[in-house]
């Protein structure tokens, strides 16, 4: 039975080969972050995806990073592994009728939740995208800009409206993932486990609304302007090669504070609550107008609703 | 033993035109290479790719090899399920092919992806596999499946031509089995791959219930043609005669899957064009532009035209009689359907984006020395192949 041993040698050197490649592979892929403790660097490697880690398993793997983020970038980082709150389902409503599109919510977001601010060898992220509409035509996406640099806001014939993710109660994005390191919390937002996610953008693909965005290069943000009140599964420091969105700032919502983007807003158009709560605000603005939500057909029921209270 | 040691000799000995024809296919994967280790260095951002094209040349070369890897069953059913003596002859060049394309198709995911060293997260039980529902989950399933069951075949093959075994038992309830689920799967592969993009309610282009018939169609019209080029290559290298039932065989399969293809492509282009309704602003950009973006029409056009000429040709070469047609025939074909299944299946997708914006893509010089790396490799490994199976299974010594 001579070929049975060369099935068996094969196998084995195939096997051989394999595991090198994966011991290879890491210190290949993290080049750039050398990382002093070798167990430290094995131990996020062999690291289990977030959900299924127990308590002591998620406190190491948040030392660990402390540990890294402070070599990287010389800070201390408060990482938070608080979980969901119980007895709420968050909604996001946004009065289009007033936004001013001054994009003041697009930086703050950037600045709050450490997203890349691009450069030579890193792409710029922005989780919340602000189109410009003329007054008086249809609302096409197509139609919409994204670019407009006007010197003062709002221009008068136009009506603006900021998009982001839209936290659907039926995610797409969550269904494609083929390693399951993209889910939504309790209270309603799709988080991603940076540490299990591979990379495959096919999340990117799948979602409908252009939410996610992808570390094209290692990214870049000035040290000085590094937001260390974190929460492991939303605006801790990235790596390069991981998705990211918009996950309505969980570091502060789980901390009693509404999201970022909800207190940089000037005009108050950005409403933030608990559905579940009767007395909440947007239990009233869902009793009083007329809400709408993007691409109603394709049957994802968003979490996040436009309306207008003027006009 | 011997087998080893045969198989190890056929590597070594050749001509000096295999030894400049491994040369070269080195040299341009190390040249590519260094594409793929500055990619390991700093990420994606040296490819053309952004958050609007998530994905772009190296899927779209995926589609194209995963096609060619199903493509071969065209030899490997008539063999076995039809009894064909002459494909059973020549059935371990779809086998390999098979085994090669998926090789390459694996590694332009590889070479796609974010952190490939995060790979084990993929492989149960160390890794979490999304199932039932993401198809990429059962597409890593059934693509790796495929190239097991092909390695296995092309072996088993191998052995038994090698020590010249008489048909037994293993190769009643073992190989002909395999044989039979190797039928089946190719068609799964190529559907499942098909899913990924079809299953997308993001992108209309894509959403579509034809998608995974045309990826069939295109397979079965592809795998033919490629084998006949290879054939050909082979019967000039090893002066062998091809039979002309062989060259008949496989020219008539991608005859009618090529109309089948045509008959796909006729039937969107006029749902898309006749409706023109918002889902179907892709199309529109693919074959005549959108808002003054048209740098795709040349290739929309032109892929349509080569798969037409390609069509009208293979009956003019009286299927195979007159070959230098039939050679003609096939290339045309086979880059005709490399552009459609290839950037023509991915990158109107993106156009608009999901926010209505209009960009264009076209792959980078980063991405081409990814790409052409991973076809070079593939040809090597081909190479190799042939110069082991060869020897052993038409006894032929180069």
Known sequence: ?311 | MKLIGNIFMALIKGKPLYYVWLAVLVVIMAWGGQAFILQCREGLIGSALSDSFPWGFQIANFVFLVGVAAGAVTLVMPAYFFGNKVAREWVFVGESLAIVSIIMALLCILTDIGHLERLWHLIPPFGLLNLPTSLLSWDVLVINGYLFINIFLVLFILWKGFYNKPHGLAYRFIFLPITYISIVWAFAIHSVTAFIFSSMISRPYWNNALMAPKFIATAMATGPVVMILILFLIAWRYKLVLQQELLSLLAKVSFFALGATIFIVLSEMFVELYSGTEHTRSALYWWVGLSGHSGLSLYSWGSFLMMVVGFLLLPLSGFGARKSILALASFIIALGIWIEKGIGIIIPAYVPNNLGRIYDYWPNKHEMMIVTAIWALGLLLYTLVLKVTIPILKNKID
């Open chain 1, 1 to 311: 039975m001579n070929w049975q041993k060369t099935i068996t040698r094969r196998t084995v050197l195939k096997l051989l080969g394999g595991i090198g490649l994966m011991g290879l592979s890491p210190s290949l892929a993290l080049g750039v972050d050398p990382l002093k403790k070798k167990n430290d660097f094995m131990d996020e490697f062999f690291q289990k995806n977030y959900r299924i880690m127990s308590k002591k398993e998620k406190l190491e793997a948040v030392e660990r990073l402390k540990r890294r983020y402070q070599k990287e970038y010389g800070k201390t980082f408060d990482i938070s592994t608080q979980d969901a709150n119980n007895g709420t389902k968050y909604v996001y409503l946004l009065d289009i009728g007033r936004c001013i599109g001054c994009r003041k919510c697009v930086t703050a977001c950037m600045k709050e939740n450490n997203t890349s601010r691009g450069g030579e060898k890193s792409s710029q992220i922005e989780y919340i995208q602000v189109l410009k509409f003329k007054k008086g035509k249809p609302m096409r996406l197509e139609d919409g800009d994204a670019y407009y640099n006007d010197k003062q806001v709002p221009d008068p014939d136009a009506f603006y409206m900021p998009i982001a993710c839209q936290q659907c109660e039926n995610p797409p994005c969550v269904k494609a993932c083929p390693t399951k390191a993209t889910w939504t919390e309790k209270e309603g937002m799709t988080v991603v486990d940076y540490n299990w996610c591979i990379g495959c953008r096919v999340c990117v693909n799948a979602c409908p609304y252009g939410a996610r965005k992808f570390n094209w290069g290692k990214p870049n943000i000035p040290i000085d302007e590094l937001n260390t009140e974190t929460h492991y599964l939303s605006n801790r420091p990235r790596s390069k090669g991981v998705v990211e969105k918009c996950h309505f700032c969980i570091q502060r919502v789980r901390d009693g504070k509404y999201p970022q983007c909800h207190k940089a807003c000037p005009t108050g158009v950005r409403k933030f609550g608990n559905l579940l709560d009767p007395s909440s605000e947007v239990h009233y603005i869902f009793k009083k107008y007329k809400v709408f939500r993007l691409k109603e057909d394709l049957n994802t029921e968003p979490r996040f609703y436009y309306y207008s209270s003027v006009g």
